[in-house]
């Protein structure tokens, strides 16, 4: 019997051992997968561990844009008292308590066990958070875009939401390359879900750094002058663009009023301070214009710069309406001057030489009514029709900058094509992802090597004895165009008293190595046209850009007048002498604009040669052969003359001109 009850107890024991053996090796073999994965789960929490953004530098290496460590506020739903970490984490991070009390409702309904409360945190905040007495509160590494300069380049640069995702500016326009691929972190917790221990599943891999073709030093040149001429002319907005015309690079790209990248919009900011003038928002040009008109006339007619044309006294009859040059008067001109004094009439009168067919070639041949492609969103094309929708003026129109809008970029393309000897360049923003270089676009030939050059020549004349009088350098032979656009009402279908003053133009003149495009948009009266208050910034920022490329300068930097002055003093005389070659006149410092330029003598008599660049011995040479009387002041290279050349020459006037070396 006890045998009996020794044997069924032995069988018992082996069938309980049995069973845990079959247990364990269910637990540890058969279900070892489903069950380790099931306590993963329960266990460990996988952490996704953002990518650093890619640094964006400008073109000598300053950083313009960068992500830097930073601290986020997690908590989990599931877990907490909605009600009462609601109120805590609002009284610590300065939150709306509705909204957030909204937002961890929604996770819970969601079974979401994690929940970001606030991306960034200050120092200030974590220290407040640190001193609470509870345990639901994970704060966790993160990373932070940051623009070190503020405001600086903000239009170019863009910003990133609150997913470190790319919005505006490049950031949006190259996200991809820049935002990288997030890693992820294993984090081992115990019951109450607080962490034991962690290890890195995969590491994160940063976004592709950026080199802008930007330079940081002009840029904020630009943007400080910009700003400026918009408070002080009373304008809606303004932009500002520098190029370099041999390769497109864009050496600064500003635009006013601006915003703060590095903060969210306030709710009293305008929604202008974020859009991109010189890029998304298009404008009647107006006059500057009349280089694309006289560029096509070179080309396509006999005119040449000293032909004549008649403006029929600053008036013009057209079906429909007449067109007024803004200073009366102007009877016979040069085709020179009718770009230097900037005559409307006389624009048409040579847009009609041109004829439609030719005109709209050009006008599309310099880029306009298309993007040029440069890495921004949101870019404009501006407006220009086709042809079959012309009306009865619209050539008369667009040959001095009406019925076509463009922007600031656009005008900037173009007058690279004059400046680099014909060539349309495709402006570029990239100058390398990651130690890639990013090679120029092939520029493509729009104009004949000559006709450029002598564009060139006639857009000096604007600035020695034009409207663009304030665009003078120091140094530096210039040539530009104004233009004083004033801005159309759509809804009462007038052209108002309101004006897009704008000027555009290029230095040394003979081999220019930039070029600067000024907009500014709704100013008023003549103080606002684009001689007065557009022509200044080009000044400031054209000399800040010679002096950045270290460009060598070609003119003497004593003032013009001074030596002019020095040379009438003294009394010389010379064997008689010619000329030929830019324009460079001497005005006083009077601001002559579009609506103010005096009118130009009649187009008569022999014309006063250009010995600008010149050596003394090839003027005196010159000037006898031609039977020129000239009075020589100092030695070197010509650079300043009077009278001014293509100017009119009386009989027995001397010709002076003073040399420099």
């Known amino acids: 019997m006890v045998h009996r009850r020794l044997a069924w107890l032995a069988g018992l024991v082996l069938l309980w051992v049995a069973a845990i053996f079959f247990k364990i090796v269910s637990l540890q073999v058969v279900h070892h997968r489903e069950y380790a994965s099931l306590a993963r789960a329960r266990q460990e929490v996988v952490n996704e561990t953002p990518a650093p953004r890619g640094t964006i530098f400008d073109r000598m290496g300053q950083p313009l844009a960068m992500s830097v460590p930073g601290k986020s506020v997690y908590i989990n739903p599931l877990k907490v008292d909605i009600g009462s970490a609601s109120d805590l984490l609002s ?304 050539l008369a129109s667009v040959a001095f900058g009406q019925e076509i809008s463009v922007t600031t970029l656009q005008l900037a393309q173009a007058a690279s094509a004059v400046a680099n000897g014909g060539l349309l360049v495709r402006p570029r923003l990239i100058l390398k992802k990651g130690s890639r270089t990013i090679a120029p676009e092939r520029p493509v030939r729009i104009l004949k090597p000559d006709t450029a050059i002598t564009m060139r020549q006639m857009m000096e004349g604007v600035v020695t004895h034009g409207t663009g009088s304030r665009a003078r350098l120091v140094g530096y032979t210039v040539g530009g165009k104004t233009g004083s656009a004033q801005i159309y009402d759509y809804a009462a279908r007038v052209y108002t008293h309101t004006y897009n003053g704008s000027f555009m133009g290029f230095a040394p003149l003979m081999n220019p190595q930039v070029v600067v495009v000024v907009t500014l948009n709704a100013t008023h009266g003549e103080a606002g046209f684009g001689g007065q208050a557009a022509a200044p910034v080009f000044k400031v920022v054209a000399t800040e850009a010679l002096r950045i490329l270290d460009v060598p300068k070609d003119l003497p930097d004593e003032p013009v007048k001074t030596l002019l002055a020095k040379a009438k003093a003294k009394d010389m005389d010379a064997p008689p002498v010619d000329s030929g070659v830019p324009q460079f006149n001497v005005l006083d410092d009077r601001a002559d604009d579009d609506a103010s330029a005096a009118a130009a003598p009649a187009y008569s008599g022999p014309k006063v040669p250009n010995f600008r660049g010149m050596t003394k011995r090839a003027v005196l040479e010159e000037a006898l052969a031609k039977g020129l009387r000239v009075l020589p002041d100092g030695s070197g290279i010509a650079g300043v003359q009077d009278p001014a050349p293509g100017s009119p020459l009386r009989e027995g006037e001397r010709i002076r001109v003073v040399f420099a070396r």
């Open 91 to 394: 009284r610590v991070l300065g939150l709306d308590r509705a909204e957030l009390y909204a937002r961890m409702a929604r996770a819970r309904n969601n079974h979401r066990g994690d929940l970001l409360v606030e991306r960034r945190i200050t120092e200030e905040e974590l220290q407040l958070i640190r001193k609470q007495p509870v345990g639901y509160i994970d704060v966790r590494e993160a990373k932070e875009r940051h623009y070190p300069n503020g405001s600086l380049a903000a239009h170019v640069l863009g910003s990133v939401d609150f997913e470190e995702a790319g919005n505006a500016g490049i950031e949006k326009a190259l996200d991809g390359e820049l935002r990288g691929i997030p890693g992820r972190d294993m984090v081992l917790t115990d019951v109450k879900r607080r962490p034991i221990d962690s290890r890195v599943a995969t590491e994160a891999k940063p976004g592709e750094p950026l080199t802008l073709t930007i330079d940081e030093r002009l840029q904020y040149v630009a943007e400080r002058e910009i700003a400026a001429a918009v408070d002080a002319h009373n304008a809606a907005s303004g932009s500002v663009v520098a190029i370099d015309p041999n390769n497109g690079d864009i050496l600064a790209l500003a635009s006013y009023p601006t915003y703060d990248p590095n903060l969210p919009p306030g709710p009293g900011e305008s929604p202008i301070a974020r859009q991109n003038h010189a890029v998304s928002v298009p404008f009647e040009p107006g006059s500057v214009f009349k280089v694309i008109t006289l560029s096509a006339a070179l080309e396509t007619t006999d005119l040449r710069p000293e032909s004549p044309i008649n403006c029929h006294g600053g008036v013009l009859q057209l079906p429909g309406r007449i067109i007024h040059d803004s200073h009366l008067g102007n009877g016979v001109m040069s085709m020179a001057d009718v770009l230097a004094k900037s005559s409307n009439v006389g624009a048409i009168q040579v847009g009609l030489r041109v004829g439609q067919e030719n005109m709209y070639e050009y006008v599309r041949r310099f880029g306009f009514g298309q993007r040029t492609g440069i890495q921004l969103p949101a870019e404009s094309p501006g407006r220009f029709r086709k042809l079959e929708n012309w009306g009865k003026t619209s």
